[in-house]
Each structure stands twice: as structure tokens, then as C-alpha cells.
């Protein structure tokens, strides 16, 4: 009998994104999907950009039609935090002081030195 090892790592387990990826990659589930169902793009199209096996693309599809409520929430996260994101307001730029640098290299030593200037 076969085993089959899921790899599909879920947003609760992951050391690196809150929502589900593929396992030793930083590729998440919603964005192959997005990729495949989305854009229409072929599976092995996808799998050839990302550098990933065809069957991880497959999973992936498989884990975001098997778990439709996760996926919604990661969605509905996504859209609030791209909304907050809009909203928030840009740091004002101080432009009373500009800093520049001039490097000189020094010729056979394969050294440079910088110096900063600050001009008001």
C-alpha cells in the first residue's frame, strides 16, 4: 500500500506565512490557485514558473477545494489588510536636511572610503 505524504503545510503549523503553503517553499495555496484558476493558467505551467512538482500544484488545488472555509477566511483576511494598508498615511518627508554620500575608491587596494554630508 501506498503512503502518501501531504504537503500542504496549514497556516497554523507554518513558521513563515499565516495561511497554508507548500512545504519547503514560500508558495501559498491561494496563490496557485489564483495562478491556475484565476488566470487559467495550465497546472505545468504553474509548476514550471514556481519551481515546483506537478503534484504539489495539484495538491495545493485539491487542499483550497477541501478546506473552503479556511480559504474564504484567508481571503477575507487578505482583502482587510490590503484595505487597511490603503488607508494608513504616508510618513511626511523631511526635506530640511539631505544626506549624501561621496566614496573614493582608493586606486590598487580595491578599498573605499565614504564620507557623509549633511546639507541644510
Given amino acids: ?64 477545494h477541501r478546506n473552503p472555509e479556511e480559504m474564504q477566511a484567508v481571503e477575507d483576511h487578505r482583502e482587510t489588510v490590503a484595505a487597511e494598508s490603503e488607508t494608513l498615511e504616508k510618513p511626511e518627508r523631511d526635506t530640511s536636511s539631505t544626506r549624501t554620500s561621496n566614496t573614493r575608491w582608493s586606486i590598487g587596494s580595491g578599498t573605499a572610503t565614504t564620507r557623509w554630508y549633511t546639507s541644510t
Wanted: charged share 30%; no cysteine; hydrophobic share 35%.
Fill in 1 to 64: 500500500m501506498a503512503v502518501t505524504k501531504h504537503r500542504i503545510v496549514s497556516g497554523d503549523d507554518s513558521e513563515i506565512h499565516d495561511e497554508p503553503h507548500i512545504e519547503g517553499s514560500r508558495v501559498t495555496v491561494l496563490h496557485v490557485h489564483e495562478r491556475v484558476e484565476g488566470r487559467g493558467l495550465r497546472p505545468e505551467t504553474v509548476a514550471e514558473r514556481l519551481n515546483l512538482d506537478l503534484a504539489d500544484v495539484y495538491e495545493a488545488l485539491a487542499y483550497y
